[in-house]
């Protein structure tokens, strides 16, 4: 099944037209840059725009980056306040004229690390944790999601983790990866405590930089890095589309 995949980020908005049963890109890759206000009718103008560009009549699926019940933004997260409390799913529907799936911007990358990455056939509890500008998490058990954990909120001196330990902190603070790897390990032993996982499973830009600071994480839960890059927002978010996920 074909399905247009779109994964909307704090600077760029990407679809692509995807073979959900493969994981594979039928297209190449459309890239806008996310305007600037981000209000709702600027992003769904975007995405029309995307919609477009790809002469697309399908089904659409759409990665997403806040929180969401049903369509529905609970925050505004990092795009724009107004997002809060706005039913985009339908907005993005009134502007194209196709029915549209959301997803956590995580989650959707979770999705497509389940299906065709490292998460591919596992069972029992599995945490997807991306780490980038933020901490991302998708939460799976017996390759089910569990929606919306958003596990980079959990809160360390007052703040969220994400301001203490995401990989953007790393660099920011021209951290060592021994130095990170001891924040990060704080984090982990939380999740540890709070879920326990069986498997954990590192995405986002510090994935492929797994064996510099996995020595400083002290947990019994296996930790393997995600095989999906740069696509995985794109993919999971038509395999949501695709399998009918709100």
Same mark, same amino acid.
């Given at each position: 099944?074909?399905v247009?995949?779109i994964?909307i980020?704090?600077?760029?908005?990407k679809?692509?037209?995807v073979?959900?049963?493969?994981g594979?890109l039928v297209?190449e890759?459309?890239?806008i840059?996310?305007p600037?206000?981000?209000k709702?009718e600027?992003i769904?103008?975007t995405?029309?725009?995307?919609?477009?560009h790809f002469?697309?009549?399908g089904?659409?699926g759409c990665g997403f980056?806040?929180?969401l019940?049903h369509?529905?933004?609970?925050?505004?997260?990092n795009?724009h306040?107004?997002?809060?409390g706005?039913q985009?799913d339908?907005?993005?529907?009134?502007k194209?004229g196709?029915?549209?799936?959301?997803?956590?911007? =995580?989650d959707?990358a979770?999705?497509?690390e389940?299906?065709?990455?490292?998460?591919?056939?596992?069972?029992?509890l599995?945490?997807?944790?991306?780490?980038?500008?933020?901490?991302?998490?998708?939460?799976f058990?017996?390759?089910?999601?569990?929606?919306?954990?958003?596990l980079?909120?959990?809160?360390y001196?007052?703040?969220?983790?994400?301001k203490y330990?995401a990989y953007?902190i790393?660099r920011?603070?021209?951290?060592s990866?021994?130095r990170?790897?001891?924040r990060?390990?704080k984090?982990?032993?939380?999740?540890?405590l709070?879920?326990?996982?069986?498997?954990?499973i590192?995405g986002?830009?510090?994935?492929?930089?797994l064996?510099?600071?996995?020595?400083?994480i002290d947990i019994?839960t296996?930790?393997?890095? =995600?095989?999906?890059?740069?696509?995985?927002?794109?993919i999971? =978010?038509?395999?949501?589309?695709a399998?009918?996920i709100?």
């Amino acid at each position: 099944m074909e399905v247009l995949g779109i994964d909307i980020g704090g600077t760029g908005i990407k679809g692509a037209i995807v073979d959900t049963l493969t994981g594979e890109l039928v297209t190449e890759r459309f890239r806008i840059d996310t305007p600037k206000p981000a209000k709702p009718e600027a992003i769904a103008e975007t995405i029309k725009n995307i919609v477009d560009h790809f002469n697309w009549k399908g089904i659409v699926g759409c990665g997403f980056p806040t929180p969401l019940s049903h369509g529905k933004c609970l925050s505004g997260s990092n795009l724009h306040p107004s997002l809060k409390g706005v039913q985009i799913d339908d907005l993005f529907k009134k502007k194209t004229g196709l029915d549209f799936t959301l997803v956590n911007d =995580a989650d959707a990358a979770a999705e497509a690390e389940m299906h065709f990455g490292a998460g591919k056939g596992k069972q029992g509890l599995v945490a997807v944790i991306t780490l980038g500008t933020g901490i991302g998490s998708g939460l799976f058990f017996n390759g089910k999601l569990i929606p919306n954990t958003e596990l980079g909120h959990l809160t360390y001196k007052n703040e969220a983790f994400e301001k203490y330990a995401a990989y953007s902190i790393k660099r920011s603070e021209n951290l060592s990866y021994s130095r990170w790897g001891k924040r990060l390990n704080k984090y982990f032993q939380h999740i540890n405590l709070i879920l326990p996982p069986d498997l954990i499973i590192i995405g986002g830009g510090a994935s492929k930089k797994l064996h510099k600071y996995k020595d400083q994480i002290d947990i019994e839960t296996p930790i393997i890095p =995600a095989e999906n890059k740069n696509e995985a927002g794109i993919i999971g =978010a038509a395999i949501a589309a695709a399998e009918g996920i709100k």
